[in-house]
Every structure is written in structure tokens, then in C-alpha cells.
């Protein structure tokens, strides 16, 4: 891993990425809702370049990951679809928000990137992306949005499902939540 600077090569790689995210989700030929799915893949496709699901995946079973770590090729495409329908909604509501990026911080392998994002009804928040340092390029594991970590709260959530429940029953869960997001789907 390179040491990251200023305007490091990471930092202008996710600058571009999203700003093409957020071009791709106001494209006034993509707008009507007919062109959903289209458009959503498009900005996926996007946000996958970005990403490190297998990572945040793994990060979110936290202890649970060990346990369980022969069964993570099964879990990590539901999350992931968790994970698309979750967000997929707020990334579109306020795709056309300014983001400022306000500083890199690289500490060994990691890396934070911190911004802010100002709407267009004056509120601002700040997203922090957290990078780790894989193969070939830095990636991102984990979000923070106004200090709440997406990977601590699935991490929580899955670790009290799985004091309750079995590791089945919470694929089973995701399985059914994917099929519902797959049903609600616009042109499938």
C-alpha cells in the first residue's frame, strides 16, 4: 500500500466514483421510475468498484464470522442485497447534494476519508468512509454517517438475531427480505 496524501490516487478515485454515482442517479434519461432498475444497476455497478462488501460482510458478522466462516459465501450476496435495498432509496433522495471532501487520514493499512454532504434544505452531515488496504487498491469496508457506523449496526443486530436464533434461520431472513426486494422490483 502506498502512503496516502492530500489528493492521493485513492481520494481521486472515490471523488470520481461518486461523483459518477450521483450522475448516474439524476441522468434525466434514467429518471422515470420505468428506468428504476436500470438505473439503480448502473450506480451499483458503480459502487461495487468502490466497495469491499466481502469485507463488510465479514466485518458485520464480527465474531460471528469465525464462527460461521464456511458459510460466508452464502451470506455475503444476501447482505449485499441488504445492503443495496437499505440504501439504495437515501442514495437516490440526495443524489444531487454537494459533497465536500475534508480530509484522508491513513494510519498502516487503513484509511478514513471524511466528508460532508450539504442538501438542498441546508442540513449538513458527514460520512466517513473507512478504506482498508487490499489487493491492488484501497477499498471501502464500512460507512460512518453522523457517527453511526453501518458495520456496528448491522454487527449488533446480527449478533442479537444470532443469540436468539440459529445461523439458518438468519440466511432463511435474508432470503426472504431478498425475494421481497425482488418482487417490489419495477421491470422484473
Not at 487520514?105 to 442540513?123: F, I
Not at 440459529?166 to 431472513?173: G, I, N, P, Y
Request: net charge neutral; aromatic share 10%.
Amino acid at each position: 500500500c502506498r502512503f496516502a496524501y492530500a489528493e492521493s490516487e485513492t481520494l481521486k478515485n472515490l471523488k470520481t466514483n461518486i461523483t459518477t454515482v450521483q450522475q448516474v442517479l439524476v441522468d434525466g434519461k434514467l429518471a422515470d421510475p420505468q428506468h428504476r432498475d436500470e438505473r439503480r444497476r448502473a450506480a451499483l455497478t458503480l459502487i461495487q468498484q468502490i466497495f469491499d462488501f466481502q469485507e463488510m460482510a465479514r466485518r458485520s458478522l464480527g465474531a460471528n464470522a469465525r464462527r460461521y466462516n464456511d458459510r460466508l459465501e452464502e451470506f455475503t450476496p444476501l447482505f449485499i442485497s441488504l445492503l443495496e435495498h437499505a440504501y439504495m432509496g437515501k442514495l437516490e433522495e440526495y443524489a444531487d447534494s454537494k459533497i465536500d471532501f475534508v480530509k484522508e487520514v491513513v494510519d498502516g493499512g487503513l484509511m478514513e476519508v471524511t466528508t460532508k454532504t450539504a442538501l438542498k434544505d441546508g442540513n449538513e452531515y458527514s460520512v466517513i468512509y473507512r478504506h482498508n488496504c487490499g489487493p491492488g487498491c484501497w477499498r471501502v469496508y464500512d460507512v460512518i454517517i453522523d457517527g453511526v457506523s453501518i458495520v456496528n449496526n448491522y454487527r449488533a443486530q446480527f449478533d442479537r438475531f444470532l443469540n436468539r436464533k440459529s445461523f439458518d434461520e438468519l440466511l432463511q431472513t435474508l432470503r426472504d427480505k431478498k425475494s421481497g426486494f425482488d418482487n417490489t422490483s419495477v421491470t422484473r
